[in-house]
Structures are given as C-alpha cells and as structure tokens.
C-alpha cells in the first residue's frame, strides 16, 4: 500500500517568514495530493490540493509544488500570520479508496 | 447546509461495550470514509464506502464494522471496545466523479477505560 512520509514534525518560523514543509510517497499510481490544516479540536480542513498532471499550484500565500518523477510533493507558506499555526497534513490518494496521510508538522509562528 | 456532522462529539466505554458513531452529510455525496487519528500517526483509513450498501476495508478496519443503509448516512460500530480504540474518530466525504477532495466531520473523541 501507498506510505506518505512528511518532515519536519515541528516548524518554528518568525512571523512573515516563509514555511516549508516536504511529503514523500511511494505508490506510483497516486494521482491526487492534498494537504489539510488542523486546528486543536476541530477536523482536517482542505487548503489546497494539487493532481499528478500538474506541477505546481498556487492560491494567495499558499502553494503546493509536485515532482512525480522524485514521488515528493511540498507546501510553501508565505508571509505566514499568527493564524497559520496548526498542524497540517499531507496526503496522496489513487481515487475514491481513501487518502493516506503523513504524520503531521505542527507549524509555529512565533511573534 | 451542516456539511459533515458526527455523533456523539464524546463517548467513555468500558472494555467490551459496543457502540455506534453516526456520521451524516447533507451535501449528496456518494463517497463517505471513517479515519481515526492518534498522536504521532496522523489519521489512518478503518472503512469506506463508495456508495448506498456498500463498504470496503481501509488500513485498520480490525474491532469496526459499518454500514451504509442510506446515501446520507455513515454508520461505525464497536463490537467489543478495546483500550486500543481509545482515539478521535473523523468522518469524511466526497463527490463521485474527478473530484476527489474529502470534507471532514468535527470528530468523536472515544476513551476506552
């Protein structure tokens, strides 16, 4: 089955900096890579998600970059904001049978 | 328009109890998933469901059951509760079609005692 690796666990970054995070994945037939945000005692909440036919995404401070060839996919942040702390989480999926997600980076903005 | 709702939002069991966690979608989605979440793990696939009457085994479908009677509804169920299912459970759903983005129910925090 598919395995999704993500690192760092932890990222502290001063606010505005820039935030990175990498995910890994191993079935070459995933096609689909979304990447959720958790806040403390609520559910995952989609803020972007890219398919394998394309490279890279974007939508305001947030981007998602694909490279199928190496199977790793990233999200950069911008500018981040006090409000870009959480967790969040990357995933891949082939179709309807579920997403496989990484363990989480809990994002720190620091003031 | 709830979106994705799930209930109970707590539950404390005893070992061996059973119990159901109801997740419903008012979106018509065809596609509806049970994930649990643990420290450490991220969230792990236990069933899902393509569609009205069907179910299918996820990653740790071990001590669940379901069942998808109607389209808008998702049913798990606990048999025997172990201390090990001791977890936040989410349901999720999504569209048929091209459109694979899942919308995440609050959770049912679940301790097992």
Request: aromatic share 10%.
């Amino acid at each position: 089955g598919e395995n999704v690796e993500q690192h760092p666990s932890t990222l502290s970054v001063q606010e505005g900096d820039s935030a990175v995070i990498k995910c890994t994945y191993s079935d070459s037939a995933s096609n689909y890579f979304p990447w959720y945000k958790q806040e403390l005692g609520k559910g995952p909440q989609l803020i972007i998600d890219i398919r394998s036919n394309v490279g890279e995404k974007k939508d305001q401070r947030i981007a998602v970059t694909l490279n199928k060839t190496a199977k790793h996919f990233s999200l950069h942040i911008t500018e981040t904001q006090p409000e870009d702390s959480a967790v969040y989480f990357c995933a891949a999926s082939r179709g309807a049978d579920g997403l496989t997600f990484g363990k989480g980076t809990h994002l720190i903005i620091q003031p | 328009n709830a979106g994705v709702t799930q209930t109970p939002k707590f539950r404390v069991l005893k070992t061996g109890q059973s119990m159901t966690l109801l997740c419903a979608q008012d979106m018509n989605h065809e596609y509806m998933y049970w994930y649990r979440q643990d420290p450490g793990m991220g969230l792990r696939l236990i069933h899902y469901s393509v569609g009205e009457g069907t179910t299918a085994k996820g990653e740790v479908p071990d001590g669940y059951n379901v069942s998808r009677l109607k389209k808008q509804n998702f049913l798990l169920g606990l048999e025997s509760a172990a201390p090990s299912q001791t977890s936040v459970y989410f349901c999720a759903s999504s569209s048929s079609g091209y459109s694979y983005e899942q919308y995440f129910g609050p959770g049912t925090r679940l301790t097992v005692t």
